[in-house]
């Protein structure tokens, strides 16, 4: 079954500057790969996603980015807020016509102000 | 916007119980899950939900699990007899596409 690896396990950065998160995947067949932010006692909230057929995806100060031949992607934040902090999880899904999410073990993100 | 919900937010039983954990998904969706996270770890699969069967489990769901579609709206867990490692949130997501949505959670305690 599909493995992902996410680094690091917790991140702290200054207000303003960028955060990035990385990850792998083992299954070559995975498709889907979204990101989710999770806030304290809330539920995952999806923030960004891309599939495999794109190598990046932006959306205002939050980008996702996928290289399909080293199985990995990133998520970056720029111009970081203290509303950024949060515990911050990938996934992948979609190899041989599945549709449940393998999450990695999640990155804390403390943005200092 | 339409939403997943979960009941209830909070369930406390003991071990060897039966819990059922109840979800309602969005409306027009057609693939329901479950999900657990144990407090300070990953989430995890636990089964899919598509066309009034299961279609893909994880080595969690084993024998103690069952889930159903009872009527139109309701998405159902039930966890036949608890045990202490069962203590966990449990999420409900359901999806039409990719994008899975995902309700609140029910923390369950197991005593």
């Known amino acids: 079954g599909e493995n992902v690896e996410q680094h690091p396990s917790t991140l702290s950065v200054q207000e303003g500057d960028s955060a990035v998160i990385k990850c792998t995947y083992s299954?070559?067949?995975?498709?889907?790969f979204p990101w989710y932010k999770q806030e304290l006692g809330k539920r995952p909230q999806l923030i960004i996603d891309?599939?495999?057929?794109?190598g990046e995806k932006k959306d205002q100060r939050i980008a996702v980015t996928l290289n399909k031949t080293a199985k990995h992607f990133s998520l970056h934040i720029t111009e970081t807020q203290p509303e950024d902090s949060a515990v911050y999880f990938c996934?992948?899904?979609?190899?041989?016509?599945?549709?449940?999410?393998?999450f990695g073990k999640g990155t804390k993100l403390s943005v200092i102000p | 916007e339409p939403e997943v919900t979960q009941t209830p937010s909070h369930q406390v039983t003991q071990m060897g119980q039966e819990v059922i954990l109840r979800c309602v998904p969005i409306?027009?969706?057609?693939?329901f899950y479950w999900y657990r996270q144990i407090l300070g770890q990953k989430v995890e699969f636990l089964v899919s939900?598509?066309?009034?069967?299961?279609?893909?489990k994880s080595e969690i769901f084993d024998d103690q699990f069952s889930v159903e579609r009872p009527d139109g709206s309701n998405f159902t867990l039930k966890i036949r007899s608890t045990k202490l490692e069962d203590s966990a949130m449990y999420f409900c997501?359901?999806?039409?596409?990719?994008?899975?949505?995902f309700g609140p959670g029910t923390r369950l305690t197991v005593l």
């Open positions: 409306s027009n969706h057609l693939y």
């Open positions: 939900f598509y066309n009034n069967e299961i279609s893909e």
């Open positions: 996934a992948a899904t979609g190899g041989a016509g599945s549709y449940q999410l393998t």
């Open positions: 997501a359901s999806n039409l596409g990719n994008e899975q949505f």
């Open positions: 891309i599939r495999s057929n794109v």
């Open positions: 299954d070559s067949a995975s498709n889907y």
